[in-house]
T-cell receptor, first 112, second 114 residues
Framework: GESVGLHLPTLSVQEGDNSIINCAYSNSASDYFIWYKQESGKGPQFIIDIRSNMDKRQGQRVTVLLNKTVKHLSLQIAATQPGDSAVYFCAESIQGAQKLVFGQGTRLTINP | ETGVTQTPRHLVMGMTNKKSLKCEQHLGHNAMYWYKQSAKKPLELMFVYNFKEQTENNSVPSRFSPECPNSSHLFLHLHTLQPEDSALYLC?????????????FGPGTRLTVL
């Protein structure tokens, strides 16, 4: 069945360093992937998405990598800032489906 | 702000109470969603409405009753809830009901059932 999971529930990095958050998915039919950021007391906020016909997509300080061979998704955040501290969720969707399947979430902590 | 508002932000209710959660989106979207977010569990999709029609009910107990009077408003009516229903309830909207449409979330209602 559909399942999306994260390798690590928590991640701590030094301010200014790069961080990588990983996600594994099990449904090879998934063709759309999205990362959300959820800060304390707020709802999830869209960060970046990628479709299965791409391997990499870049945004502002963020890069998403998709490896369909091993069904792995990662979010790279460059030069982390205190405001990057949050829980990050990956989610997947299958073409034609009406729903996203969310992963467990990884809590990213930025140390000063 | 994402353009999706939810009220109330916090709610405490007894198991015999009846209450309603409200969601409003100002984005001109046609699809709206209810999610449940519990500690240490992934976001659980509850309901999907597309052009005011319910298109997804993810095996949600009948003590949760959604209502979508128009594309901008979504309600979740609660009655005879259980303590395990305590969670953050998130509303989201998207342009259409396609899974590839970006969903924009509200801040959530923190519900505590005593």
């Amino acid at each position: 069945g559909e399942s999306v999971g994260l390798h690590l529930p928590t991640l701590s990095v030094q301010e200014g360093d790069n961080s990588i958050i990983n996600c594994a998915y099990s449904n090879s039919a998934s063709d759309y992937f999205i990362w959300y950021k959820q800060e304390s007391g707020k709802g999830p906020q869209f960060i970046i998405d990628i479709r299965s016909n791409m391997d990499k997509r870049q945004g502002q300080r963020v890069t998403v990598l998709l490896n369909k061979t091993v069904k792995h998704l990662s979010l790279q955040i460059a030069a982390t800032q205190p405001g990057d501290s949050a829980v990050y969720f990956c989610a997947e969707s299958i073409q034609g489906a009406q729903k996203l399947v969310f992963g467990q979430g990884t809590r990213l902590t930025i140390n000063p | 702000e994402t353009g999706v508002t939810q009220t109330p932000r916090h709610l405490v209710m007894g198991m015999t109470n009846k209450k309603s959660l409200k969601c409003e989106q100002h984005l001109g979207h046609n699809a709206m969603y209810w999610y449940k977010q519990s500690a240490k569990k992934p976001l659980e999709l509850m309901f999907v409405y597309n052009f005011k029609e319910q298109t997804e009910n993810n095996s949600v107990p009948s003590r949760f009753s959604p209502e979508c009077p128009n594309s901008s408003h979504l309600f979740l009516h609660l009655h005879t809830l259980q303590p395990e229903d305590s969670a953050l309830y998130l509303c989201a909207s998207s342009h259409s009901g396609r899974g590839t449409d970006t969903q924009y979330f509200g801040p959530g209602t923190r519900l505590t059932v005593l």
